[in-house]
């Protein structure tokens, strides 16, 4: 059975840094594209990165560029989001999820609807 499972998340103080895991079990998570989201109270879910498949293209949301980076362990079947210089507006539930369509380049990467499987998800909390 396909699964994605999240951690990693904690409190952290303004300025700290946190590496999120996205473990996969039942699916090798190389062969497709993944896809970080995250959702703060009241708001609307929205993309935060994605690196896909094959030439490991990424992509990240104006917000987080140069502060959090998108990577793969294959061997660990594992996506990490390395998360440096947290503000307290990144304070979220940080979901991963998959795309199926292992030729997806990451077009509209940043929209739920390219994404076919997801996490739980985990809570990061900055505090100021």
């Known amino acids: 059975q396909l699964q994605l499972v999240e951690s990693g998340g904690g409190l952290v103080q303004s300025g700290g840094s946190l590496r999120l895991s996205c473990a996969g079990s039942?699916?090798?998570?190389?062969?497709?594209?993944i896809g970080w989201f995250r959702q703060a109270p009241g708001k609307e879910r929205e993309g935060v990165s994605c690196i896909t498949s094959g030439d490991g293209m990424t992509y990240y949301a104006d917000s987080v560029k140069g502060r959090f980076t998108i990577s793969r362990d294959n061997a660990k079947n594992t996506v990490y989001l390395q998360m440096n210089s947290l503000k307290p507006e990144d304070t979220a539930v940080y979901f991963c999820a998959l795309n199926v369509n292992r030729r997806y380049h990451g077009s509209d990467w940043y929209r739920e609807y390219e994404y076919d499987y997801w996490g739980q998800g985990t809570q990061v909390t900055v505090s100021s």
């Open positions: 039942g699916i090798t998570l190389n062969d497709y594209a």
